[in-house]
C-alpha cells in the first residue's frame, strides 16, 4: 500500500520523495487506505511505483512480442500467434487486476490471483518462446521415457505451483505480524507465523525430492550436453538458492531483500520447469517442423 490510489500515486504522477510535497491532511485522506500506516514512506511509495512501471514496461514489450508473431499467421503454426495475443489481452486485465488490490487494500484473495495470473502469463510467454524455435530440438529422450519424464515433470510444476500459494499465505501472515508487533520486534516474526510457516518450510524437502528425481531423470535420457539438461542443472541451483533465502529469512530476522530475491527465485525455477516439460513433450506440444524456414527463424 505504498501508493494508496491507482494509477496516480498520492494523487501524482510522479510520487512525492518527502511527506512536506503532500497535503498537510494527508493523513486523514489516505489514512484508511494506508491499513493502519499513515506516515508516509518514501521507499515503500517508490518500491510501489517502479512496480507498476516496470508492469506497463512488461506490457509493451509483450505488445511487441504480439507483432513480432504476426508473420505466423501465415505459416503452420498460427497458433504462436494466438498464444502472443493472449499473452497480450492478459496482461491488460493483469494491471487492472493490480488496480482491485489497491482498492480492495490487499485483500488475500485479490493478492493470490494477482499471483496466479502473474504466474499463467509467465507460462504463455514461456510457451510462445519455446515454440517460436529458440530451443528447438534440444532433446533426445531414449525410448519410452517421454511419458514417465511428463508425468513427474507435471508433479514437479504442481508441487512448486503449490509451495508458492503456500507462500503468499505466509506473507499475508507476516502482514498481520508486523501490523500487531511493529518493525523493531523483526526477530519474533517468524515466531509468531503459526502453522502456515512451517507447512511451507517442511513442504520445501517434498519438493526438493522430487525435482532432484525429475532433474536426474531428464540428465539420464542422454541429454547431459542438450540445452534441456542446462536447464535442468539450472532449476537444481535455482532451487538450492531458492531454499538458501528461505533459510535466511528463517533464522536471520527476514532481512527485506530476502523477501523478494525469494518470491523471485521461485517463479524463475517454476517457468524453467516449465520449459524443460514443453521440450520433453515436444512432439505432442511444440511443431518444429518448418519452424525453422518460417517466421521462427527471425526470433
Request: glycine letters at 8%; hydrophobic letters at 55%; a positive charge.
Amino acid at each position: 500500500m505504498g501508493c494508496p490510489d491507482w494509477p496516480k500515486c498520492f494523487g501524482r504522477w510522479v510520487p512525492p520523495t518527502e511527506a512536506s510535497q503532500l497535503p498537510a491532511n494527508y493523513k486523514e485522506i489516505y489514512g484508511a487506505k494506508l491499513k493502519g500506516e499513515v506516515e508516509f514512506n518514501a521507499t515503500k511509495t517508490w518500491t510501489e511505483y517502479v512496480n507498476r512501471l516496470v508492469g506497463a514496461l512488461t506490457g509493451i514489450i509483450i505488445f511487441l512480442m504480439l507483432l513480432a508473431s504476426i508473420p505466423f499467421l501465415k505459416s503452420g503454426n498460427k497458433q504462436i500467434f494466438f498464444w502472443s495475443l493472449a499473452a497480450f489481452l492478459l496482461t491488460g486485465f493483469q494491471g487492472w487486476l493490480g488496480a482491485k488490490v489497491v482498492s480492495f487494500e490487499l485483500h488475500p484473495l485479490i493478492v493470490t490471483v494477482h499471483m496466479l495470473l502473474a504466474i499463467v502469463i509467465i507460462f504463455i510467454v514461456l510457451y510462445v518462446f519455446t515454440w517460436a524455435g529458440y530451443v528447438g530440438k534440444v532433446l533426445t529422450l531414449r525410448e519410452g521415457s517421454e511419458k514417465v519424464l511428463s508425468g513427474i515433470g507435471i508433479v514437479v510444476m504442481a508441487l512448486s505451483l503449490f509451495q508458492i500459494l503456500l507462500g503468499t499465505q505466509v506473507r499475508e501472515a507476516m502482514d498481520v505480524v508486523i501490523m500487531q508487533l511493529g518493525y523493531d520486534a523483526r526477530s519474533q516474526w517468524i515466531d509468531e507465523l503459526g502453522a502456515n510457516f512451517y507447512i511451507h518450510r517442511s513442504f520445501s524437502i517434498l519438493v526438493f525430492i522430487v525435482n532432484a528425481i525429475w532433474i536426474n531423470k531428464v540428465l539420464k535420457s542422454g541429454n547431459q550436453g542438450t540445452a534441456a539438461g542446462k536447464i535442468a542443472r539450472a532449476c537444481f541451483w535455482i532451487l538450492i538458492a531458492e531454499i538458501a533465502t528461505g533459510v535466511i529469512m528463517a533464522y536471520f530476522r527476514v532481512p527485506a531483500f530476502a523477501q523478494p530475491v525469494h518470491l523471485t527465485f521461485a517463479i524463475l525455477l517454476i517457468g524453467l520447469q516449465f520449459i524443460v516439460w514443453l521440450v520433453v513433450n515436444g512432439k505432442k506440444y511444440l511443431k518444429y517442423e518448418g519452424v525453422a524456414a518460417t517466421a521462427g527463424s527471425q526470433f
